[in-house]
């Protein structure tokens, strides 16, 4: 919308959509951080290393 002002921020898409509504974007980012943050057997770097390859087998720049 050219009337509303948007600050000049290097943020992903599915970040832009999901502002729309809070209480999901909330939600969603609840959820991901038990999964990257919660309990678990892995290191750090397993946790990324794992979520890396994922996302290149899958093709998604996340």
């Known amino acids: 919308m050219p009337w509303i002002r948007e600050q000049d921020l290097n943020v992903a898409n599915i970040i832009k959509v999901m502002s729309i509504n809070p209480k999901a974007m909330g ?7 038990a999964l990257m ?25 996340f």
Do not use: D, M
């Open 37 to 61: 943050f919660g309990g678990s057997t892995l290191t750090r770097v397993q946790e990324e290393s794992i979520a890396a390859t994922v996302s290149a087998i899958n093709k998604c720049h």
């Open 27 to 33: 939600a969603v980012q609840g959820l991901n951080s």
